[in-house]
């Protein structure tokens, strides 16, 4: 996509309405495998930053692209590419390196936030409970892993452990099932998260500055919230805020998100998504620093549940990039 700017076609008015209005450029799509979902966000951020009155520049952007950088006047960058490059803190490094603005977390954060297994690290240290995990890696003889693969008792959840919106993920409840998926990763990713599976609720809480917004509940009609439960329209999955949690399990969760942002340095907005487990114990799943921007998205329907509009949302969050 080339780069389009809303203020060369007239089309803002924030001139002569006297608010204050920023240059904008939001950057979208990337590298990743997540790229079609970043592309939604993308233009869903900038349809609502234009309709507050912004001067928006969209800009696909790539790591041998990065003309959208070098563009004069902006204000600050929107980061909403999900996954390899926009969420693992290269895109930020980039942006400090020029001495721009840019919304969410720090490089560090970003970074640490994308490895899963890093952030459960840092999850433990700071007191939250996180599923059993370990990591294989391409190099790992099979001879070894394979005695390894006995301390993590089937069922168990393999994942990418920096890939996003639950691609590649799988539930393995046999021995072949959970060696086809491990083999799978291995040779897409050259490494795999393999995660205890933990029955129970799936819960997600969003943070906005330095609050948590309501706790939200994902009923998926599938087996879980992978990418189809997410993204495809007739998937059936229930978003619920009338979960009938108990206040105290409701604050304990917020409570626990606000720990595990704060835990990775982590700032302006994120996303925390848990199980509760059968003895209503909260399992810290992963952190997402740039969570989704669509109309199936979690943070903007719980800010939504606040009193927060998304234009508002994406409002203030740029305005928030600009104190940094």
């Known amino acids: 996509m080339d780069s389009e700017s809303s203020a060369a076609k007239g089309e803002t008015?924030?001139?002569?309405?006297?608010?204050?209005?920023?240059?904008?450029?939001?950057?979208?799509?990337?590298?990743?495998?997540?790229?079609?979902?970043?592309?939604?966000?993308?233009?869903?951020?900038?349809?609502?930053?234009?309709?507050?009155?912004?001067?928006?520049?969209?800009?696909?952007?790539?790591p041998g692209d990065l003309g959208a950088l070098g563009r004069d006047g902006m204000d600050v960058v929107f980061i909403a590419l999900h996954g390899e490059f926009g969420e693992s803190g290269d895109l930020q490094r980039l942006c400090e390196a020029r001495g721009l603005r840019y919304t969410g977390s720090a490089p560090r954060a970003s970074e640490l936030a994308m490895d899963k297994a890093a952030a459960k690290q840092f999850f433990k240290q700071a007191g939250l409970n996180t599923p059993d995990w370990m990591i294989i890696e391409e190099f790992h003889p099979p001879q070894v892993y394979r005695e390894w693969l006995r301390d993590l008792s089937l069922p168990v959840v393999l994942k990418p452990v920096d890939g996003g919106s639950s691609l590649d993920v799988t539930i393995a409840r046999d021995e072949a099932t959970r060696d086809d998926a491990l083999d799978a990763l291995l040779d897409d990713y050259g490494r795999a998260m393999l995660e205890k599976f933990v029955a129970g609720r799936e819960l997600t809480v969003s943070i906005l500055a330095s609050?948590?917004?309501?706790?939200?509940?994902?009923?998926?009609?599938?087996e879980f919230y992978d990418f189809t439960a997410k993204y495809a329209e007739e998937s059936g999955t229930r978003y619920v805020f009338d979960h009938g949690l108990s206040t105290e399990i409701t604050q304990a969760a917020e409570e626990a998100a606000l720990i595990a942002h704060r835990s990775l340095g982590c700032r302006d907005f994120s996303r925390v998504d848990f199980i509760l487990d059968e003895n209503s114990t909260l399992q810290v799943l992963e952190i997402n620093t740039i969570p989704g921007f669509t109309s199936h998205s979690l943070l903007p329907m719980a800010s939504e549940r606040a009193g927060i509009g998304f234009d508002e949302l994406v409002d203030r969050i740029v305005r928030m990039a600009m104190e940094h």
């Open 13 to 62: 008015s924030a001139a002569q309405g006297g608010i204050d209005m920023l240059d904008v450029t939001v950057l979208m799509g990337g590298p990743s495998s997540e790229r079609e979902v970043s592309l939604m966000s993308g233009k869903a951020i900038a349809d609502a930053l234009e309709r507050v009155g912004h001067a928006v520049t969209r800009s696909d952007i790539r």
């Open 211 to 222: 609050e948590a917004l309501p706790v939200l509940e994902i009923v998926p009609a599938r």
